[in-house]
């Protein structure tokens, strides 16, 4: 079975300034790990997502996030945020192999700051 | 390529009665996954459909019931409503097959007074 945990559910953060949103996992199967972002009143939308070889994902609006298997981590970071940044994150896990199901973090709400 | 679409987007319902929500996959899309989003619960798993057959479970009780079409077309059901079934309930579909993405739906706002 597989779980997320992301420890913030709100993140504060002035406009151009950095931000990282923590992300971690437990399974006991090699899984693949997402992030989805939604902004008011819609569904979400894939930023990035990890599935094999390099450790450091690229993804869309200028984020990026790092797998660290060690730590268990998949932590989401954009170096200079935007107003338009301002939505909910979340972070969701799935097995590797087989029919896993997706399992979604409880999100964390980042609010960029004028 | 059309999204995901999800009928209706906005119900109001009271307790003790039933709802139907619909959700039209992405073409070509044989898997439909349903979620219900709560503030402070994230996204909690209902149940996901592959070729009309439900491939996947979560914790929630009979209530709640899905089923898949030949077009791929689902359907959730939830019966008897509780004040606490009030939710986002989203759709999700993908290929269903190997490393697959899901594309999500927009939802249906549920209110239950």
């Known amino acids: 079975a597989q779980s997320v945990t992301q420890l913030d559910s709100q993140v504060p953060v002035f406009e151009e300034a950095p931000v990282e949103l923590r992300c971690n996992y437990s399974s006991s199967v090699s899984v693949y790990l997402f992030w989805y972002v939604q902004y008011p009143n819609q569904g979400l939308q894939l930023l990035l997502k990890?599935?094999?070889?390099?450790?450091l994902v690229k993804g869309i609006n200028g984020f990026e996030a790092e797998f660290n298997k060690s730590q268990t981590s998949f932590h989401l970071r954009k170096p200079s945020v935007h107003i338009s940044d301002t939505a909910e994150y979340f972070c969701a896990v799935k097995g590797a192999s087989g029919t896993y199901k997706y399992i979604f973090g409880t999100g964390t709400r980042l609010k960029v700051l004028a | 390529k059309a999204g995901v679409t999800q009928t209706p987007r906005y119900l109001i319902k009271t307790r003790g009665q039933q709802v139907t929500l619909s959700c039209s996959p992405i073409?070509?899309?044989?898997?439909v996954s349903w979620y219900q989003q709560t503030p402070g619960q994230g996204l909690q798993f209902l149940f996901e459909?592959?070729?009309?057959?439900?491939?996947n479970k979560g914790n929630f009780p009979g209530r709640f019931s899905g089923r898949q079409f030949s077009n791929s077309r689902s359907e959730m059901n939830v019966s008897t409503l509780e004040l606490g079934d009030s939710a986002l309930y989203l759709c999700?579909?993908?290929?269903?097959?190997?490393?697959?993405?899901?594309?999500f739906g927009p939802g249906t706002r549920l209110t239950v007074l």
């Open positions: 999700a579909s993908s290929r269903g097959q190997g490393v697959d993405e899901q594309f």
């Open positions: 073409s070509g899309h044989r898997s």
């Open positions: 990890y599935l094999s070889g390099s450790t």
């Open positions: 459909y592959f070729s009309e057959t439900q491939r």
